[in-house]
């Protein structure tokens, strides 16, 4: 079973930067992507960044220039770099990870971007 185990969410002012992390319990080469999206509350989850292995990384428009995906594969982790934090990327954060079986995600860490 796959477990993916995010960190790093809490409050943040407008401006502020926060990293999160998510470790996952196997190689992240082993998934055909890896990612985060988001769901703030009464929204649907949407899209923040994924990263197809071999492929360019996806951001959402409303990130763009603003967060930064990457990864360390030596400690099956991938990390969102969140920078210029603004009220609106307020919502909890979900790391998530694909093979060719199914999609898997972790358990969420809130982020609240308030002054």
């Known amino acids: 079973q796959v477990q993916l185990v995010e960190s790093g969410g809490g409050l943040v002012q407008p401006g502020g930067s926060l990293r999160l992390s998510c470790a996952a319990s196997?190689?992240?080469?082993?998934?055909?992507?890896m990612g985060w999206y988001r769901q703030a509350p009464g929204q649907q989850r949407e899209l923040v960044a994924l990263?197809?292995?071999?492929?360019?990384?996806n951001y959402a428009d409303s990130v763009k220039g603003r967060f930064t995906l990457s990864r360390d594969s030596a400690k099956n982790t991938v990390y969102l770099q969140m920078s210029s934090l603004k009220p609106e990327d307020t919502a909890d954060y979900y790391c998530?990870?694909?093979?060719?079986?199914?999609?898997?995600w972790g358990q969420g860490t809130q982020v609240t971007v308030s002054s």
């Open positions: 990263r197809p292995n071999g492929g360019g990384i």
């Open positions: 998530t990870a694909e093979d060719y079986l199914r999609t898997y």
């Open positions: 196997r190689s992240i080469f082993s998934f055909k992507s």
